[in-house]
């Protein structure tokens, strides 16, 4: 079994068949872990989580527009805040409402995963708390951690007790990186797919990333948040 982790798809289905047949994934044997976002921005929502559910081996977390997604999916009223950044393209790639299985992803996703004394989350944390203690909010919407990696980074010292930390969340590109790039022990995963940048994925074990074409080439202008 080889082991992956993957950035923020944001109803980036093309991409994310990319990433997923550029690194040779083996359907019924490797496994992938989802930092969440697999909703909102690129009209493909539900074909992403189509297309997660074929795989054997995955871990799902929840992201802040995943939450918006269950929220709406549940039956509440849709936020502006959610339809005005990509929540729309997920409401109207379910003409039909959300499917039991979808919906069942979503209410199955969790806020972290712990593995090998790596965490992997959505957004980030308050380093000195358990994980466990803090506040759905925090792991759903933090940027504070992310801009910690990167200010400590050239100190050489650790933020937390594991030896890795997975975010998504927070888009690299912005920071002038075009790959998931570690600062600290905390590996940036969001090349960002969301806006039109590449989706990348990663093997954790060998640290070979693979990447889908710019996402705003894949599909017609227009059709995203950018």
């Known amino acids: 079994m080889r082991r992956f ?3 923020d ?15 040779d994934f083996d359907k019924n044997q490797d496994l992938l872990i989802v930092l ?5 921005g690129w009209p493909e929502t539900k ?17 802040n527009h995943d939450y918006w997604t269950l929220e709406w999916a549940e039956g509440l009223e849709p ?17 039909d409402g959300m499917p039991a299985s979808h919906l069942q992803l979503l209410k199955n996703a969790s806020l972290y995963y712990e593995m090998d004394n790596r965490l992997f989350v959505h957004a980030g944390l308050y380093p000195n708390y358990p994980v466990k203690d803090q506040d759905a909010s925090v792991l759903l919407w933090d940027r504070s ?20 930390v997975f975010i998504g969340h927070t888009p690299i590109h912005r920071y002038g ?11 940036m995963m969001d090349t960002g797919a969301g806006w039109g940048e590449k989706l990348s994925m990663m093997d954790i074990d060998t640290y070979e990333v693979f990447q889908s074409d710019r996402v705003e080439t894949l599909y017609p ?3 995203g948040r950018v």
């Open 47 to 63: 074909g992403c989580f189509e297309t997660l559910l074929t795989l054997k081996n995955k871990v799902i977390l929840l992201g």
């Open 36 to 40: 969440g976002d697999v909703s909102d």
């Open 9 to 23: 798809i944001h109803g980036a289905n093309k991409a994310l068949v990319q990433c997923l047949q550029r690194s």
């Open 79 to 95: 936020e502006a805040a959610w339809l005005e950044f990509g929540g729309q393209n997920t409401i109207n790639s379910y003409p």
């Open 5 to 7: 982790v993957i950035g």
């Open 177 to 187: 990186h075009e790959q998931p790039t570690k600062f600290c022990e905390v590996w």
């Open 145 to 164: 951690f992310a801009q910690m990696a990167i200010r400590q980074n050239e100190l050489g010292q650790r933020l937390t007790k594991y030896n890795e």
């Open 221 to 223: 202008i227009g059709s």
